[in-house]
């Protein structure tokens, strides 16, 4: 009931595509979805967060789509750049409770 | 304003040897934690804290103490270095922003290998 499965493992995306980064949970009383962004070497900084009182969330060229029923989280990069590339983490937890489950991680190379 | 700050950067210990990893925020969050990052494995909540003299345990606990004497300080205590406590470590800390989201600042993490 606590795991946070994401996919893919890894994602090799053209200059200028669109990166789709998955995630799903299992406890419905989580109510916090951040995404995380990680360069080599530094730590998760926060990238974006929804919770599931809307279905999508936009700031800038990153958008998080939520799906309550599904249980489902995606993150989209859209017009992916090179100094996107970087690892991708999704993390789920019911806020106030200060404890997060974070996903496996997402490994992306945006090609120049 | 640093933000969140650890030392040091890098360890290397022996099995059975013990230390302290240092965390400090400026932030004046209540709330602290640390992680390990493994690889394939994403980040996993060791102990935490919501507010200085309280503490508690995330997913993987065991071989760790924590104490939270001050707001800024959660130092994370390894009692006895096992192997399988090399990883990347990550303080954390957190507030919540008008009562609904909680936003968590990472610390730039301590490499320890342990032989």
Known sequence: ??????????????KGGISIINCAYENTAFDYFPWYQQFPGKGPALLIAIRPDVSEKKEGRFTISFNKSAKQFSLHIMDSQPGDSATYFCAAGASGTYKYIFGTGTRLKVLA | NAGVTQTPKFQVLKTGQSMTLQCAQDMNHEYMSWYRQDPGMGLRLIHYSVGAGITDQGEVPNGYNVSRS?????????????????SVYFCASSHRVAGVTDTQYFGPGTRLTVL
């Open chain 2, 70 to 86: 001050t707001t800024e300080d959660f130092p994370l205590r390894l009692l006895s270095a096992a192997p399988s406590q090399t």
């Open chain 1, 1 to 14: 009931q606590q795991q946070v499965k994401q996919s893919p493992q890894s994602l090799i995306v053209q």
